[in-house]
């Protein structure tokens, strides 16, 4: 018996149908497979404002193939919108939030099954850790990318060239009237940032976990395709709870092992390492994914390469064969035998795949011809990072994969950027922002305006950024994220002082500073840790409960104990 059919059969249920047909469901329908449309659609977020066309479409689907459809909204909230102020504290949060309000509307509503619309950073990992721990059919679709903007500074430009302008118009590099004109032009119409960002990097690992139809990541929000996708999905749900193909039938350690090695193979966002870690526990996977990204990415390399890599976008991906291709080149390293959403094998949907553009060989390259011969993400530690550190070598030049500079350290991302726009930051520092972890933070906040006015003051090839926060996937430079132990933590980060030398030793996979080990241990003793920056509301309880970056930043039950 279907989970609907437990609320929605027999004379003693009378008051669960009579509530649905008050919204004008029918007796027809109500006899029918319910399926959930989980959609974060709102006027906050691009990429998410065609989600109410594209829902439709999932309806259309969902009727066609005998279910009938109910749709409820989700929060989500727009990183860029968040970044650089009290806003992005919520961020990572929100992702919790995600999750948990789509567990509680799929238990309250007792779906067969769900359907995820949504598309930005922290909504799609959000999703699909619901839909790994209700452990019910479910799949993802997301919006679809946004086309790129006016050319600018050799590459078409995107709503992130604003601010990396905002550091050339600081350092004189450009006049007033070019730096207005982007504002009208950067972003040309909706849908998920145009570069291979968090959020079209964890769209595309939705599609290597065999969570979303082939094409389903890369599609245009604008596109045809992306209405079919919409109606194919619809009809595909429909077929996975009759067949009771459930989330862990799909995500399952050789699935995140996949999209792992595709992660690497795209030089994808460093937030995807926390993201499938949380993935993976929700799933209850007994798999280490930070320490996967560490052995694979020696032996993955990097066959595509997008924007901030180059200055090739997500549409030219889609157009040169998009997710499907790449897993084609790549599935002599994958495990295909794994069940997908399509209800067959990825090698069965490899095999199947009709590609609607010949191949142009800009974006994706074969495992013969690569871009690079390792991974482009990387797992550093050291006495600076004794956890785990996460850097992406496949976004920076090469010259920067051994750096070694002085220390200038902020106990804010604020305060950092105002230094570095009053140019109080110079060739050969590394700079140091801390307290910024899932704790300390709270929500481990970008570092991305910090690492843009580098790039826009020109010091993108001589500095250095390391931070317990995180990074935007757009961000490129030699930096350093997800320090952990964490500086409230009492992390080495945070005994750290102007002057020290740091060294970033990417092929070594190693972040130390020159200090003694004599001189660290009388620092820590010196060392308090500071108040938490919220004592009230979802934040108050989240500073309590955040867990390490390195596990992923997930919420540490064990901490109730000690509350």
């Known amino acids: 018996m279907g989970r609907s059919k437990k609320i929605l059969t027999g004379n003693e249920n009378q008051y669960y149908r009579a509530t649905l047909k008050a919204m004008g469901f029918t007796t027809e329908d109500l006899k029918r497979p319910v399926i959930g449309i989980a959609n974060a659609w709102s006027e906050c977020v691009p990429g998410h404002y065609n989600l109410r066309q594209v829902a439709q479409r999932v309806k259309d689907g969902i009727y066609r193939a005998g279910g009938t459809p109910i749709e409820f909204g989700v929060l989500g909230g727009c990183d860029g919108m968040a970044n650089g102020h009290v806003g992005m504290h919520y961020i990572l949060p929100s992702r919790e939030l995600v999750a948990s309000s789509i567990e509680s509307m799929a238990q309250i509503n007792q779906f067969d099954g769900l359907v995820l619309l949504g598309s930005c950073d922290k909504i799609v990992p959000g999703m699909l850790m619901a839909a790994a721990r209700l452990d019910i059919p479910c799949i993802f679709l997301p919006g679809g990318p946004m086309e790129g903007g006016m050319v600018f500074d050799g590459r078409q430009s995107d709503q992130t060239t604003a601010t990396e302008a905002y550091g050339m118009l600081s350092a004189g590099k450009i006049t007033e009237q070019e730096y207005q004109a982007l504002e009208d032009t950067a972003c040309p119409g909706c849908g998920s940032c145009s570069y291979l960002g968090t959020a079209n ?10 969570m979303t139809l082939p094409d389903g990541a890369n599609a245009p929000a604008a596109s045809a395709h992306r209405s079919q996708l919409g109606e194919e999905t619809g009809m595909k749900i429909v077929e996975l709870v009759e067949r009771d ?17 595709a992660c690497l193979a795209m030089s994808g966002s460093t937030n995807a390492v926390m993201h499938l870690t949380a993935v993976a526990h929700e799933a209850e996977l007994d798999i280490d994914v930070l320490q996967l990204f560490d052995n694979l990415s020696n032996s993955t390399p990097q066959i595509a390469k ?14 040169d064969g998009g997710m499907p291709r790449l897993l084609e080149n790549l599935q002599s390293l994958l495990e295909t035998d794994v069940m997908t959403v399509t ?37 550093l530690r050291g006495n600076l990072a004794p956890s785990t550190g996460i850097t992406k070598p496949g976004a920076f030049d090469k010259s920067l994969h051994h750096f070694e500079g002085e220390a200038i350290c902020f106990d804010c991302e604020e305060d ?5 726009l009053a ?15 899932p704790k300390g933070g709270p929500g481990m906040r970008e570092m991305y305006k910090a690492m843009k006015y580098l790039y826009g003051r020109g010091l993108a090839l001589s500095t250095a950024l390391i931070t317990d926060g995180r990074f935007s996937g757009t961000n490129n430079g030699c930096f350093v994220g997800h320090i952990s132990p964490e500086a409230s933590e009492g992390g080495p980060i945070a005994l750290v002082r102007d002057g020290d030398r740091i060294v970033i030793n990417v092929e070594q996979r190693s972040l130390n500073v020159l200090v003694s080990d004599e001189e660290l241990a009388a620092r820590k003793t010196a060392w308090k840790a500071p108040e938490p920056k919220f004592t009230r509301g979802w934040l108050g309880l989240y500073c309590k409960l955040a867990g390490s970056g390195a596990e992923g930043a997930v919420l540490d039950m064990k901490k109730l104990k000690e509350l």
Not at 201 to 210: F, V, W, Y
Not at 357 to 376: E, I, M, Q, R, W
């Open 201 to 210: 990097t964890m769209c595309s690992l939705a599609e290597a976990l065999g």
């Open 416 to 420: 950092a950027e105002e230094a570095i």
């Open 245 to 261: 193909i459930t989330v862990r039938k799909v995500i399952t350690p050789g699935s995140i092992r996949n999209a792992i090695k």
């Open 306 to 319: 997008m924007n901030p890599a180059c200055k090739y976008n997500m549409i030219d991906f889609y157009h």
């Open 343 to 379: 209800g067959k094998t990825l090698a069965e949907n490899i095999a199947e795949h009709r590609y609607r553009y010949p191949a142009t060989g800009l974006v994706n390259h074969t495992l013969d011809d690569p871009f690079g011969y390792s991974g482009g993400v990387a797992v």
């Open 423 to 437: 140019g109080e930051v110079h060739e050969g520092h590394v700079v140091v922002i801390r307290y910024e972890g």
